[in-house]
Nanobody, 124 residues
Framework: QALLVESGGGLVQAGSSLKLSCTAS????????MGWFRQAPGKEREFVGA????????LYADSVKGRFIISRDNAKNTVYLQMNLLKPEDTAVYYC?????????????????WGQGTQVTVSS
């Protein structure tokens, strides 16, 4: 069974940085594109970014472009989300997800496997 486990969430002040990790079972990770999503209280889950298995040219939501960086280490079956210049509006539960579809996908229904989520809270 596919398994994705996120870690690295926490409480930080605005302007700080935080790095999330998502480790997948080898079967899930191989040849899958990986995405990050987030869901704030009372809001719908939204796309943050995605990266191909090859790691080239990640895709980002406009709200995080220039502040967040997605990377992956296929040898470790791990994808990362480096979050810089955090804002209170970045507060959410962050989820990683795996998609078997080709290309990079922005919508959650295009992802087949999901982690349990990790809480990120940014104080002002």
């Amino acid at each position: 069974q596919a398994l994705l486990v996120e870690s690295g969430g926490g409480l930080v002040q605005a302007g700080s940085s935080l790095k999330l990790s998502c480790t997948a079972s080898a079967r899930t990770f191989e040849n899958y594109a990986m995405g990050w999503f987030r869901q704030a209280p009372g809001k719908e889950r939204e796309f943050v970014g995605a990266i191909r298995y090859t790691g080239e040219i990640p895709l980002y939501a406009d709200s995080v472009k220039g502040r967040f960086i997605i990377s992956r280490d296929n040898a470790k079956n791990t994808v990362y989300l480096q979050m810089n210049l955090l804002k209170p509006e970045d507060t959410a539960v962050y989820y990683c997800a795996a998609s078997a579809l080709s290309g990079l996908r922005r919508t959650d229904y295009e992802y087949h496997y999901w982690g349990q989520g990790t809480q990120v809270t940014v104080s002002s």
